[in-house]
């Protein structure tokens, strides 16, 4: 009897070490019917181990699709809709286009027949082909280590004839009572924003055509049972890894329970096959959960693979001159701000923009990346020689994608900029403009000028910086549109960069969080989540960011007060509580802080360095009151917690509410008390509650993990616009 199914899943050892932890193994299975396109049929936990052959057997495959499949209705095709991995006319899809192909401006349809599949570990290849649309295809579809489905497609034109590919998408179903639909939104200064919303029939889609994600973007597109959220709740989401234009959807039928994707957007003529040439989707991600923490904490171990040496070297305290100097650039000044900085005990002392030629404010100068000798007369180098002699890293912004219509470099090669034709440019944003990487001379020119630069100046650290959106781009190098090839470009540029210079580490920025996905995370060590560094707006942006990065990539920092970007005003406390639980740094300009902010924040910078968050598990809290927010890292070794509680405004409940901090083990015996020393914290105290908090001291309180998880504690009566931290470590594994 041919095969009826593949099931794609871990090794037994590794699905028996994850069954115990809120991410449960992940299974996916794919049914097998004849030579048409195979469906995923499942995905989701681990089915287990029950025989698949004799009288007591389960086929899955066979049995899973004659479960689930429709009967035929009435006044539609003689077929019962059930998508296959990449659903066509031909199979009766009639969702939304998955793909869209045209011949000399003709829309073609393609039918794939099955070839052959491989298996390779858990994942699997699959092969298909058209012959009379001159199309082959391969699938490959896998289940990783974190427990994310990995997906990615390859159209390859067997024909003479050019091929247009207008559309490729890649998407998986889900389950009928995943009936709500999670996803982001956002702007500058304010990334990455909840929202909730029915999944009706229908499409739902979320663009970007800007030529990355961009700050609206989300981080994944997730279908839920209704009601879900961070703890709790079935749940399923798509990211797509990829830096250029592309979208998020949700679509369903009458026919068709949900069915979740992501995809490129291409623009006309952006991709075009000759003969034999091929398209290469970028890769879906797809996760699974009960809770949201459940789900992003696939992606987080993801990211933690990618980047392994994360848990080995713990990531830099750091010091970014911008909000500290802006483009006031001193070498004295710098000078003195990296000797504070290494009295705090930063780590990573990282120039900030306005250290090239002519680079006096943001309206000129981006091409010219060397260094400005008329304010750094001796180039960066006494300043790169003094941070490493004070045992700090060195870091430099530079924004490598972008051009400057008034620059050295513009004026020599006018031709390396993308527009809409000989005639005009593209707005302006910023002053600047962006520079073509698809034509190999400016490409090779980045790659020698930024590989010099690391390698003369004594650099460890690039903030990467993409302050404007890529619109009307064409090259005027190959006339077509080049975002796809300008995103493939920066991966490219990327890669050579970090291969000539090993151990240089790279932050993703993009005026704050604008370029936030698995593409460039692949390629990145940190994301800048936000140009706004108000704890009060940062701890929402943070926790939004968090759905895909986990904390330690998380640039955090604690800046001065007012905010510069909302003008509120909030005490230090509340500042380090927010930015300990990222990636911690420092944006301050410390040669005007007084003595005391200087000494405390050495104490927070301390406290940071013993409980970094490297390799945790984060936990946000589904709290009823939305006048507060609780976070949890729950650090690697299983023993000690630090939770935040943020008062955000006053609320109805006076005092606020207990809280809980789900996650321990219900059974062992913890002890609460505040993160450092209680006087840290002692301004934010709300002079409304007249008496003392009992625990809220050095001793603290000793608590089952049951309690704790179940019922709460009372937290301190917080001003409004405060955040403390507490810290829970456990003692012992039972109860007394
Ligand atoms: C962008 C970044 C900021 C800063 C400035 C410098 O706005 O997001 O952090 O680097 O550019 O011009």
């Known amino acids: 009897m041919p095969r009826s199914h593949i099931r794609l899943r871990r090794p037994a050892h590794e699905r028996q070490s994850r069954s115990e932890r809120r991410t449960a193994p992940t299974e996916l299975v794919l049914a097998l019917d004849g030579d048409a396109l195979p469906r995923i049929v499942y995905w989701g936990q681990d089915l287990g181990d029950a025989p698949e052959t004799g009288a007591e057997g389960v086929d899955p495959g066979r049995g899973i699709l004659a479960a689930i499949s429709a009967q035929i209705m009435s006044a539609g095709v003689d077929a019962s809709e059930s998508p296959s991995i990449l659903p066509t006319q031909s199979e009766g899809w009639t969702g939304t286009p998955m793909l869209s192909l045209r011949r000399r401006g003709i829309e073609v349809f393609p039918k794939f027949l099955l070839r052959a599949t491989r298996a390779e570990g858990s994942s699997c290849l699959i092969e298909a082909e058209d012959p009379e649309a001159g199309l082959s295809l391969a699938f490959r579809i896998g289940v990783e280590a974190s427990g994310l489905v990995r997906l990615r497609a390859t159209l390859t034109n067997r024909s003479d004839t050019e091929l247009e590919v207008e559309r490729l998408w890649l998407g998986v179903p889900v389950p009928a009572d995943h009936d709500e639909i999670l996803s982001q939104t956002g702007h500058h200064l304010r990334e990455r924003s909840m929202q909730t919303h029915a999944f009706v029939d229908g499409l739902f889609a979320k663009e970007t055509w800007v ?7 989300t981080s994944a597109l997730i279908a839920a049972r209704s009601g879900a959220g961070w703890e709790t709740g079935a749940q399923r989401a798509v990211h797509l890894a990829w830096s250029g234009n592309g979208v998020h959807f949700a679509v369903r039928t009458p026919a068709t329970r949900g069915f979740i994707g992501a995809g490129e957007l291409l623009l006309g003529g952006e991709v075009h096959l000759g003969a034999e040439q091929s398209y290469e989707t970028p890769e879906l991600f797809a996760s699974w959960g009960e809770g949201t923490n459940a789900l992003a904490s696939r992606f987080h171990a993801h990211l933690r693979e990618l980047h392994p040496g994360f848990s080995q070297r713990p990531r830099p305290v750091t010091l970014n001159t911008w909000e500290a100097l802006y483009y006031d650039h001193d070498i004295d000044k710098m000078m ?5 900085g290494a009295q705090i005990g930063v780590e990573r002392f990282v120039v900030d923009d306005g250290w090239f030629t002519g680079r006096r404010d943001d309206t000129s100068a981006l091409g010219d990346w060397s260094v400005d000798t008329g304010v750094w007369p001796d180039g960066l180098r006494p300043l790169s020689d003094l941070v490493h002699a004070l045992g700090m890293e060195f870091g430099l912004w530079v924004e ?3 051009i400057s219509p008034r620059s050295l ?12 034709n000989a005639a005009r440019l593209p707005l302006e944003g910023r002053h600047q403009q962006v520079l073509d990487l698809t034509n190999p001379e400016a490409f090779d020119h980045l790659v020698e000028t930024l590989s ?14 993409h302050n404007r959106f890529v619109l009307e781009a064409i090259s005027p190098a190959s006339g077509r549109p080049a975002v796809h090839a300008q995103t493939a470009a920066l991966y490219r540029l990327l890669d050579e960069l970090k291969e000539r210079c090993p151990g240089l580490e790279i932050e993703s920025c993009a005026s704050g969080g604008g370029r936030i996905d698995l593409g460039i995370l692949a390629r990145t060590d940190r994301v800048w989540a936000s140009d706004c560094t108000d704890p009060l707006e940062r701890i929402d942006i943070q926790r939004g960011t968090s759905l895909l990065v986990p904390p330690e990539m998380i640039g955090a920092h604690i800046a001065q007060s007012p905010s510069h970007m909302t003008g509120r005003a909030t005490a230090l406390a509340t500042r380090a509580a927010t930015a300990l639980t990222g990636h911690l740094g420092v944006e301050w300009n410390l040669l005007d802080a007084d003595p005391a902010d200087l000494e405390q924040l050495r104490a927070w910078v301390s406290l940071y360095k013993g409980a970094r968050p490297n390799g945790c598990e984060l936990v946000h809290v589904d709290c009823a009151d939305p006048a507060v927010r609780v976070t949890g890292l729950l650090l690697p070794g299983g023993r000690r917690s630090l939770w935040r509680f943020a008062a955000l405004t006053t609320s109805q409940h006076y005092p606020y509410e207990l809280i809980r901090l789900p996650g321990l083990d219900p059974r062992g015996l913890y002890r609460v008390r505040p993160h450092g020393r209680p006087e840290m914290y002692a301004r934010l105290m709300n002079p409304s509650a007249l008496g003392p908090l009992e625990w809220w001291d050095e001793e603290g309180v000793r608590l089952p993990g049951g309690v704790l998880a179940q019922w709460g504690i009372r937290p301190p009566h917080l001003l409004p616009g405060s955040a403390v931290l507490i810290e829970v470590e456990k003692l012992g594994d039972e109860q007394p």
């Open 211 to 217: 030529g990355r994600p961009d700050f609206d973007s």
């Open 336 to 340: 003195r701000l990296a000797r504070l």
């Open 400 to 402: 490598p994608e972008m």
């Open 409 to 420: 470099l513009a004026e020599a090669h006018p031709d390396w900029i993308l527009r809409p």
């Open 452 to 465: 010099a630069l690391v390698a003369d100046e004594g650099i460890d650290y690039l903030k990467w910086d």
